[in-house]
């Protein structure tokens, strides 16, 4: 099973920009979709964004729509999430996870997930 290790959070100020990486073990990365989601203080784990084992489709929260992307480099084993024009309700954890097969927004689909990194937008 793949093993997960997130990096690049920290503190910005809103309308910055922070780039996240998730660093993956094992020789199987390309055959699994990837997945971003955050949980922010005293709420849920939610969706953020989502790839293919390709990188060729992608699905985002409508909340990041437009200001995240997700890519990814199988032959470094490595996706990210590029996060721009960053607001103060982004603060939170985000962790990536992945799972084989399709895509999905649903937490529960994914099989392995990384440790979290915290990302923190003041205003």
């Known amino acids: 099973q793949v093993q997960l290790v997130e990096s690049g959070g920290g503190l910005v100020q809103a309308g910055g920009s922070l780039r996240l990486s998730c660093a993956a073990s094992?020789?199987?990365?390309?055959?699994?979709?990837m997945g971003w989601f955050r949980q922010a203080p005293g709420k849920e784990r939610e969706f953020v964004g989502t790839?293919?084992?390709?990188?060729?489709?992608?699905y985002y929260a409508d909340s990041v729509k437009g200001r995240f992307t997700i890519s990814r480099d199988n032959a470094k084993n490595t996706v990210y999430l590029q996060m721009n024009s960053l607001k103060p309700e982004d603060t939170a954890v985000y962790y990536c996870?992945?799972?084989?097969?399709?895509?999905?927004?649903?937490?529960?689909?994914?099989?392995?997930w990384g440790q979290g990194t915290q990302v923190t937008v003041s205003s």
């Open positions: 996870a992945a799972k084989r097969g399709i895509t999905a927004t649903l937490d529960t689909l994914y099989d392995a």
């Open positions: 094992g020789r199987t990365f390309s055959s699994y979709a």
């Open positions: 790839a293919s084992w390709s990188g060729a489709n992608t």
